[in-house]
């Protein structure tokens, strides 16, 4: 085992580099796995050290890296066509893979060579599965050199191959993680952040409580529920490709009187009630509505989706044993764990595929 360090920002990170055959993580039974997300937030790095053994699903440890504000500004500018975007994206790449590899260092146990892979999903700039791709920048190959580990990337790209959407992929994971017999459990990756940042500079709104201040204004709930995505039937799935600040500005266009906070109780509704009418639409009686993501920190926001259905219980998914902050990274450590069993990942009644497919490919270390 070696010790590599490299600069960051005029300072030096070191880095446990596992080097030989005798280690290579595809030469040993182990079922350690790091899983990494950077969501929508572009906030940063999620990561989990999870063991996969006897089929069970552990969280062994967990790390946050955030990204710099500039890696952020690069990369929700990438969402966007613009000028020279081929190489500022394979810039941004690079710099993703070094941000990876701190959240990976921060992950390692005392002996990093028990680690089979880094299971990694990049970030997400295009999402287009009705023109056959879908787009997450990374660098797997440099995240492989700078960790000296197996690296699983590029999850997505498959089901699209096989006229899935894509996305989402961590239903299946939700099945295997938080499935029970006899039981009817939604579970929904929520984040709302764009209205507060734009007017009050804060990454999100802390329990919902500017939401609960304002008042829901019905003529603007209604203008926003007619967007056709949310008529259309499953499987479907979008983003910023769709949901940017142009498509609500272009429905505020009609209702600049309505007050900032008034706009933001009228958005959790919005959340709430598109959550709670797919939900019907699907034929779903759910026990329980289980949230993760930024969204299950929000109360505003989760007693509204208990009203939308008629007082269902909604919780975190802490309640199931997962932080909400952890169950996307998780999920993609369990992705990675499915790809070296030569296991499929993909549900094709959630994304549309023909059929299940194994999900990933790899870059050995």
């Not at 010790?3 to 280690?23: F, I, K, L, Q, T």
């Not at 937030?41 to 063991?51: F, I, K, N, W």
């Not at 955030?66 to 975007?85: G, I, K, T, V, W």
């Amino acid at each position: 085992m070696a010790s590599v360090d490299r600069p960051c920002d005029g300072s030096s990170v070191n880095y446990h580099r596992v080097d030989g055959v005798a280690v290579h993580p595809t030469h040993m039974t182990t079922n350690l796995f790091i899983g990494l997300m950077s969501g929508t937030s572009l906030d940063g790095v999620d990561g989990v050290l999870a063991d996969f053994s006897d089929g069970a699903i552990r969280t062994v440890a967990a790390a946050f890296t955030p990204f710099p504000a500039d890696l952020r500004d690069e990369l929700m500018a990438l969402q966007a066509a613009s000028h020279n975007e081929l190489e500022r994206e394979a810039l941004a790449a690079n710099a993703l893979a070094l941000a990876y590899a701190d959240c990976v260092s921060a992950l390692l146990p005392s002996s990093p060579g028990k680690v089979a892979a880094v299971a990694v999903h990049g970030q997400t700039i295009r999402h287009r599965p009705e023109l056959g791709f879908t787009r997450q920048t990374n660098n797997p190959a440099l995240l492989a050199e700078l960790t000296g580990l197996d690296v699983i990337a590029d999850f997505r790209s498959r089901d699209v191959a096989a006229g899935g959407q894509g996305a989402p992929l961590v239903p299946a994971f939700h099945a295997a993680a938080f499935g029970t017999p006899g039981t009817a459990r939604v579970v929904v990756n929520i984040l709302m952040d764009l209205w507060i940042a734009r007017h009050q500079s804060r990454a999100y709104d802390e329990d919902g409580a500017w939401a609960a201040s304002g008042t829901v204004h019905q003529p603007l709930l209604a203008a926003l529920l007619d967007e056709p995505y949310f008529a259309l039937p499953a499987p479907k799935s979008t983003g910023r490709d769709l949901f940017h600040a142009a498509w609500l500005d272009a429905r505020l266009a009609a209702f600049e009187e309505v007050a900032p906070a008034d706009v933001q109780a009228t958005l959790t509704r919005l959340t709430a009630v598109t959550i709670a009418r797919a939900i019907v639409d699907e034929g779903i009686v759910p026990d329980a509505v289980y949230v993760c993501g930024g969204g299950a920190y929000n109360g505003t926001l989760l007693r509204a989706i208990s009203t939308e259905l008629d007082g269902v219980t909604v919780a975190s998914t802490a309640e199931l044993g997962v932080a909400p902050n952890r169950v996307e990274a998780l999920a993609f450590a369990w992705l990675g764990w499915r790809f070296t069993q030569r296991e499929p990942g993909n549900l094709p009644a959630v994304t549309g595929a023909r059929s299940l497919r194994i999900l990933g490919a790899l870059y050995p270390a």
